[in-house]
């Protein structure tokens, strides 16, 4: 069975080659992949600035820096894991539901195929894409969401899809399990005081943006944990849930946001949990704007995001296999 | 009846006040108003690159810049003229069909009252809703269309509506008489040797970007006067007609194009027309994308475009009232 | 009587229409008004970078991401108060005393109109002429001034009218009750020790930048309370005060200051004082110069920063409705 | 056999996808292959700014643009030509001999198999590697070389190999043959009058940027021709040949340069020599330097470029299956 | 005496030391010098956008490029020229007329000592100044003025001094002799038909930018050389003549003008005039806005026609030299 | 003896004249030169991005806006150093043993003259050098490293010279006692988990990035103290040590790094030493990379860090003397 992993950057300088993701091999025969990593080029769901459609290239480019030891986590993560790049989704520029067909169809069978997928948007709205083909495998899954907003809108403009609206439809269309879902980060202002209920009243848990900073890294992993319990757990980071010094190269700015170094520590404290790893089958990583960013400072903030979902991946497999070899 | 004209330079420096187009008063009353400068700030159609709908808020800033007297022309444009900026047309972002509905519903009553329309779009897509509104009051329309890309593809992934396809559109719906129109500028490679046919077939003449340079300006301007005749014309103007170093903020740029001087050159050249002026009733300037601009260079022309479009008015109405003092 | 607030951005796109601050309505007619928006467009007093005449324009295109309700404070600012954009006071650009006169003119009425200014500048020596208007009316202010610099040298270059030296004219102009007043985050490298002094010799509290970490946001709001007692307040902002990283677009940058969280955070604690709303009677936000800006960073925190001034308006005038209501 | 040409842009939109050169596929077993476009990401041989290590990269991406029928030539492209996108050759930064060694081993079997290299740099200096591997299989070379700089100096500070001295080594290591090789474009100031002659003396043809604008397309095509006769042709083309208007993002731009158009149409009149086409044996595009670029302009143009210089392998195998057709 | 010549570019890297104009010494004692590159920080006479006080600076950095070899003149130029950067003239940001007295103080003894100034601006303001300095030493001037704009208003805002009015002030102070003065390239909207006369009025020769194309370079260098006759000659180039695509970084741009080639163009034919050069006794590069520009195209601009004015006098001398060596 | 200190901004602007690091005298004679800031333009040791050659000049440009007093440390440090700017250290671009040779000969009398060298890079690999110049004068050093990367490779593509492998040579080559230095600050993904190992066993201590935030400044202080001893200490600061946000223009950014605020008050607390001042032999600032930065925000960090270390060597002598009036 074939083992996938990056180029060696000791062998071929790291701004060489094909880019693809790390610089894993770019292979679309799942067999012997543990995960994919996979673009959703699309950005018809956007409100404000669009342009997302380039964010998987420019995440790509940007990952050419990511190594795979990861040196906070203490992880070699392919010895663990073996991944791809496995380009990315069909879309339709301007038609957002057929998108939505062509995605959930491309997407359905790598799910199928046991592959976890790590995925590269788009504007937010590719998300309800993405939980339709995940949930179709695993069940109502249990959403982590770094946002600084809820996405839980009813409509905008009186349509009911676009990147406000994702959670929303998916909990009406039993997708997710809010009850054992929450959110984390939302801040700026609102239309409106019942805003800030919505998201709450279809039974997620907010931990806003002004509550945010009272909670320590282990403090949040441990909230996050209790909540989701022991279901499959899908984890989508919108880059705006970091302040815009940190990722300038997005659509809907909102100022005041956690740092970079904040965002990580989140992330990373996920991998030690006192009771074991989450049941992570799914991720992605939206609202990239390359012709906002400068620097690639936000693509490769949302390269490492990734990159640190992967590694979660990596320990509990690695947890999983030492309780194994433990029995 | 009020007469709307800049306001004065020398009173308020140009960079001060509320950004409308020149410095127009800001106004949606239509009485004594020849013509209106409005928005069509919408991007679902765009097929690469987006964020044409913050097109009319660049042009609108780099306009300031425009003063009231076209010395190339040696006419004082508001001795003929009383204009507006009217703001922009409703749109629905990743709604195509629904925001053509809109924009031909707020756009009509303008056209019905007899202001002539000078829009800012948008990506190429909204100029089939112009069309709409504009040939409801005129009948079929006499195109003028310049850009390095026809726009008459029949679809774009099996969808009907998008930048690719407002010329086929509007012939199919009759909204333009192509035996009457003239497309001028068409450049760059092509998927097919038949697509180089389509608007021939269509109708279109055709003075694609390779022949354009054995033409004079006199004599593209003849051209253009033979064959549209005393129709009703409608002018539309694509940014990416001109080489992408004279306007690098668009989206779908095609090397090797005509400079911001010659293009100027073309649309003065209508304004010494033998045969008398066009009979002119609208026109757009399209796909200026400010996310890649730098230095409003792109801005700054379409917003000069839009000024000597608005000048042709001036002239035809001067000319007219010559005309008229003479019998 | 007329009540005035932002277009409802369910209706219209955020990026649509003419560009006012939060998409209020343009109006110069001050009857049923609370409070304006004002543009001071000028640079002619800045000493190193120039180009905060375009500050207000830049503030304005990116206060479209603001929305009416203010989920930290939990207020419907709307529901308190009435808001319309005024449009750009006159400047003269190189002639800075002209353009004081010319600001104090037109300011003037407005705020004995009983309409609290928000003003947008402009380098920081407009703020001269706004406490000019604003004291004429309201007698010597107590002045909260956030900045990296004191600006209160005595001249540069043999000059008096700068953006260095606002406060040392304005305290001696009587327009200022400096023993009310105080500074906070003065950092980076000075000409000289007593330049550290003078601000204080003057009057003024100041509150360092090397101090300012060792104050939680309500330690700071309680500081300032006490400071200003029930004097007319007005708040002068420099978007300098944060670090660069997070206002990149300014004129004198001084690295290693505040986060825009932190500087959130700090205005809103003004919102939740124990002792009741500071009585406050205008402010300004200053030092935008989009020519450096990228991605709207800057503009945007300042437009945040102007809306969370206008909230602790709207929870003054709540606070006192509710006062008013229990008697 | 394989026959290999880009993605359907029908079918997927060309935002989408890794990113190769034109969307070909990334292939590297040679079998069916006519031609492969190729990066060599180096750059340590820059004298001024550097970053042309990232240029293929940049390349790649701008080229999703170019579409397969050429509309100037009137031709299919891959009707005649079957090709790919073969990924990067090797180098080691900071190295220049070393990289010369990997890129000459690993490019010269590409050649041997009878492939045409479309080789996209990396700064001026890769392009004597290029030669050694392309001559080791064709024999001394005829250089068709579209500059600003002829790069013929001898060293600089005492080193022999860097981006000003390739076409000096080439000569003296017997890859050229000056005699049948030609430079255009060269301008801008040097440092002594016999730079000037330096080219000359060593044989080449030098048609320098001043008296380039006497020589129409045409004429300047039948020059290259009788020029090179029917020897194996190399052309090497510097996107600093053109005014840094039309290319900003390269290392050592010179002012007054002929235009993008220029550029394409002394290419086009190669395709339509009348004794019949150049033998083409290999081609390098180089100097883009994506840091210093804007909107991907110089990008695009490069890849216009390459796209240009394929089709002229392809108008040369469509006349040479035509004449094998007649005979 | 000694000779002062720019730094040996095969010794130390272009890229290297303390930037200097070409990389000359940076001298202020004046024995032995002929020309003194001189910088004037100065931008407060700008109408619109400003920054030009950092031109000089910007100028200085990309002529690093620069080599002393003229190849289009084919003359050695440091044969025949000392030259130095000799810094920047004091200024007093926000104060024109101060800044004229310092301006005027600090360039009258460099005069005096018979060098020749070729100074960088600054906004077109600084002319004034320096014509002052000038002409105090040699007279009433004949003014060669390459601009877009003609700089002859009467006041801005009532004010006389700004970027709008020198060359109205200039011959109302008698320092130029407009009879013997010639204004090239004006274009762009106007206020009023009078602004066309005002120049001529005054007594300028003008050749608008409508009719420039019609003049060859050689034309052109006969009319200038006819209309100068043998007066001491002054040479103002607002890199705004050129158009915005080859000089974005500028505060005022005209979408249509020359290209870059076509400006050098018109330079050079200068320093081919039969009747013998120009008696050229300074010059300015006025108008720079490095916040403007991007790559340095704009700065690159200003350095080579700095360097092609300082060819001028070179090419002068060296006449002069054979002349004097033939009687 | 001369005394060299900045130009007095309050008689010149501070963006006048050429540009030295903090407006100090361009001085190659060091008489009376207590430190001298010196480039070392140089980036072929740069294994992903490039252009740090151009690194001296942006941070001399930035550093413009540095003043003379320290507010943070309250000491004016010119009363106890003279300081001149020293220009560049000759490299040769692509030639990284000749430029280290070059280099150490240039350096190594400037150190023997008594000058403590303020050095800015370049890209890492330049401290080598540095290090074999100082350390021939001192011995081995002690070394303070602020970085996200330990820099202690054996070789990169089997090459023992660039920007991974200073510190591993240094140790070899004995300029370095391993046993007294410390690394601080290392994060972001490695190759391998025995990349962690590598500096800690060439007997570095090694504080890596996710340690770091335990530590107060004062903690970190205390702790190099303890580290280095009495022995001669050199500090060397990679901008990349803070997070991307805070230096963008850098060529291989980790993204969760401190923020400028933090970097600055490490240094800053080793002016506050209980034990007495480090031995402060010399230091650098490296891989600022202006191609990439924006608003100049990452050089003007570098000179802040540059005032910061020269601030050291004030407060030191400053000791010194207090100590030695003392006795």
Redesign the interface.
């Known amino acids: 069975m074939p083992h996938y992993e990056p180029a060696d950057?000791?062998?071929?300088?790291?701004?060489?080659?094909?880019?693809?993701f790390m610089r894993l091999p770019?292979v679309t025969d799942l067999e012997g992949v543990d995960f994919a990593v996979i673009?959703t080029?699309f950005?018809?769901?956007?409100?404000?600035?669009?342009?997302a459609?380039?964010g998987p290239?420019a995440i790509?480019?940007a990952s050419?820096?990511?190594?795979?030891?990861?040196?906070?986590q203490?992880i070699?993560v392919y010895d663990h894991l073996s991944g791809v790049?496995y380009?990315?989704l069909?879309?339709?520029?301007?038609?957002?539901e057929?998108s939505y067909r062509r995605i959930v169809a491309a997407l359905t069978p790598i799910v199928l195929a046991g592959v976890t997928p790590v995925l590269l948007g788009g504007d937010h709205s590719v998300t309800l894409a993405h939980l339709r083909a995940v949930s179709k495998v695993h069940g109502p899954l249990a959403l982590v969401h770094f946002d600084s907003h809820s996405d839980t809108w009813d409509s905008?403009?009186d349509?009911k899809?676009?990147h406000g609206t994702p959670f929303k439809r998916a909990t009406e269309e039993g997708l997710l399990d809010p009850h054992h879902s929450i959110q984390i980060g939302?801040?700026?202002?609102?239309?409106?005081?019942e805003?800030?209920d919505v998201a709450r009243n279809l039974g997620f848990e907010v931990i806003?943006g002004?509550e945010l900073p009272q909670y320590s890294p282990e403090q949040l992993a441990r909230k996050i944990r209790e909540r989701v319990g022991d279901r499959p757990v899908f984890i989508t980071f919108d880059v705006d849930f970091v302040?815009?010094?940190?990722a300038?190269?997005t659509g809907?700015?909102?100022?005041?946001?956690?740092?970079?170094?904040q965002a990580?520590?989140y992330l990373r404290a996920l991998g030690q949990l006192p009771g074991g790893p989450l049941k992570f089958v799914g991720c992605d990583v939206v609202e990239v704007l390359p012709?906002?960013?400068?620097?690639?400072?936000t693509a490769?903030?949302a390269a490492?995001v990734a990159?640190e979902l992967i590694t979660l991946l990596a320990l509990a497999k690695a947890q999983a296999k030492q309780q194994a070899g433990q029995l």
Chains 1, 2, 3, 4, 5, 6 share one sequence.
């Open positions: 950057s000791f062998e071929t300088p790291r701004f060489t080659g094909i880019r693809t770019y673009g080029p950005d018809t769901g956007a409100s404000y600035r669009v342009g459609r380039f290239a790509r480019n050419a820096l990511q190594r795979p030891f990861n040196a906070a203490k070699r790049d380009g990315d069909p879309t339709v520029p301007g038609q957002i057929e905008y403009f349509f899809y676009n939302m801040r700026g202002p609102l239309y409106d005081p805003d800030l806003d002004y302040d815009p010094a940190f300038p190269g809907t700015s909102e100022i005041g946001g956690p740092s970079s170094r990580l520590d012709a906002y960013d400068h620097a690639e400072v490769l903030l490492t990159f």
